[in-house]
T-cell receptor, first 112, second 113 residues
Framework: NAGVTQTPKFQVLKTGQSMTLQCAQD?????MSWYRQDPGMGLRLIHY???????DQGEVPNGYNVSRSTTEDFPLRLLSAAPSQTSVYFC???????????FGPGTRLLVL | AQTVTQSQPEMSVQEAETVTLSCTYD??????LFWYKQPPSRQMILVIR??????QNATENRFSVNFQKAAKSFSLKISDSQLGDTAMYFC???????????FGTGTRLKVLA
């Protein structure tokens, strides 16, 4: 099993550009989530999903969209990138929403 | 807002010694509490998990927790510290009735040779 995979590993964007961060898992987990990690602030939940077709907002959802059309994939979309979205982004999954999460390797995003 | 507090931003310990990382939270009910480790590689790795309804503290080899439910405290003890334990450590929990994991701000642990 590959576990949780994320692409790209690193991305540079200009302000106003859009992009999609990809996340996939091969463990048949129902729960998937996106976090951003900023210095001194730990991990903050952006959006999460408890199953295909079901998504909900986390702590810091503004500026980000998600969808969950399949169990395996949970992409995160930045519609119009801003410098404040410079961060490291982690995707995670768990069997249900109340269990141990398994994390992807992260995507480092720099918005100029 | 529900929060997790890790009051020690940085700690250091000599190799083979024991160190305790503290964590407190402010919700009354939760099902699971976790400690995750993030080494310089950036990969988040589960260290240990505590089921909140269990009286017995969880143990995984050199890692153990001290879960004090009434005090809302969940500390991590690392025994016989090794250089490979050098990492950022995050405490996390899931409030009951939600699917929103909440993480602390982390403690950077350095193990000294």
């Amino acid at each position: 099993n590959a576990g949780v995979t994320q692409t790209p590993k690193f991305q540079v964007l200009k302000t106003g550009q859009s992009m999609t961060l990809q996340c996939a898992q091969d463990m048949n987990h129902e729960y998937m989530s996106w976090y951003r990690q900023d210095p001194g602030m730990g991990l903050r939940l952006i959006h999460y999903s408890v199953g295909a077709g079901i998504t909900d907002q986390g702590e810091v959802p503004n500026g980000y969209n998600v969808s969950r059309s399949t169990t395996e994939d949970f992409p995160l979309r930045l519609l119009s990138a801003a410098p404040s979205q410079t961060s490291v982004y982690f995707c995670a999954s768990s069997r249900t929403g109340q269990e141990t999460q398994y994390f992807g390797p992260g995507t480092r995003l720099l918005v100029l | 807002a529900q929060t997790v507090t890790q009051s020690q931003p940085e700690m250091s310990v000599q190799e083979a010694e024991t160190v305790t990382l503290s964590c407190t939270y402010d919700t009354s009910e939760n099902n699971y509490l976790f400690w995750y480790k993030q080494p310089p590689s950036r990969q988040m790795i589960l260290v240990i998990r505590q089921e909140a309804y269990k009286q017995q503290n969880a143990t995984e080899n050199r890692f153990s927790v001290n879960f004090q439910k009434a005090a809302k405290s969940f500390s991590l003890k690392i025994s016989d510290s090794q250089l490979g334990d050098t990492a950022m450590y995050f405490c996390a929990f899931i409030p009951s009735g939600t699917y929103k994991y909440i993480f602390g701000t982390g403690t950077r642990l350095k193990v000294l040779a």
